[in-house]
């Protein structure tokens, strides 16, 4: 499967211009496409500033949306996969140990990158083939997070939101409840159900700080399903999105409720 488009995408964030790299795959057909805006996560421990250039292009789920009909957008924010600007969600003042769990740099992280995510969101929705009535949200581990916290910061745009594996800092930390729970707490204003898919074996999230995560989500007034899953031999539960057979039934019932396609055409 190959790449229907890859384009450096003009914006201004924090009032300067930077250029912010898409990779854009269309199903068959003239349009408008129901559309899904799927953002990439971390890079591990953030310790390996080789890995800040590859482009994140998940085709497994990919084709799972363009065979329903969906066009997939993929966007990297500032320094992430041939995006211009510094990539800074989040790392210790030291930059070499990685990312920071304390909350004061961790949080601004986040911040951060849901600024890149209110900058882009607009431009690629204004594309012609965009059904903008038929929007999904969607994020791998970071951008599972961020996709919760930004469709509660702009609960208009979206009828979907889709999460798979989200946090923002692994449970190591002893500051990933309180850091992840802030974050998921800011979707509660999202009016839609979302979809939360999770699991067992998670080297950075287990499936109780999770559950807790979703729960601190509910208590803030949020609305979803959550799920967890096996992951196949192979695969731990952070890479689940690769194995679309644990989730087609949970996605396409979502999908469907939410009046946007989930089967095969």
């Known amino acids: 499967m190959s790449a229907q488009d890859r384009a450096l995408v003009p914006v201004t964030i924090d009032g300067a211009p930077v250029k912010l790299a898409t990779i854009t795959y269309k199903p068959a057909g003239s349009g408008p496409f129901p559309t899904l805006i799927f953002h990439h ?3 591990g421990r953030g310790t390996d500033p080789a890995a800040f250039a590859r482009p994140y292009n998940p085709t497994t789920m990919v084709q799972w949306f363009t065979d329903r009909g969906w066009a997939v957008i993929l966007p990297s924010r500032r320094g992430r996969g041939g995006s211009e600007g510094l990539y800074d969600e989040g790392f210790s003042i030291n930059r070499s140990l990685g990312y920071s769990c304390e909350e004061t740099l961790a949080l601004p992280g986040a911040d951060r990158a849901l600024r890149d995510i209110d900058a882009i969101t607009p ?3 204004a594309q012609p083939f965009v059904d903008r009535s038929r929007v999904a949200i969607g994020g791998q581990s970071r951008g ?3 996709t919760i916290a930004w469709t509660g910061r702009q609960p ?3 009828r979907a939101a889709i999460n798979f594996v989200g946090g923002w800092m692994a449970d190591a930390c002893s500051t990933a409840t309180s850091i992840n729970q802030n974050l998921f707490r800011r979707g509660a ?3 839609h159900p979302s979809i939360w898919l999770y699991g067992e074996n998670d ?3 287990r499936i109780a700080h999770s559950r807790a995560n979703f729960a601190a989500f509910q208590s803030a007034g949020g609305r979803g399903t959550f799920h967890e899953y096996a992951p196949p031999a192979g695969l731990n539960g952070h890479q ?3 194995a679309p057979a644990l989730w087609n039934a949970a996605m396409e019932a979502y999908l469907m409720e939410r009046g946007l396609p989930g089967r095969p055409r």
Do not use: H
Request: charged letters at 0%; aromatic letters at 14%.
């Open 41 to 43: 996560g971390s890079t």
């Open 123 to 125: 431009v690629l929705l």
């Open 144 to 146: 599972g997070i961020l």
């Open 156 to 158: 208009g745009v979206a």
């Open 189 to 191: 204003p999202f009016p």
């Open 203 to 205: 080297p950075f999230y």
């Open 240 to 242: 689940i999105n690769s």
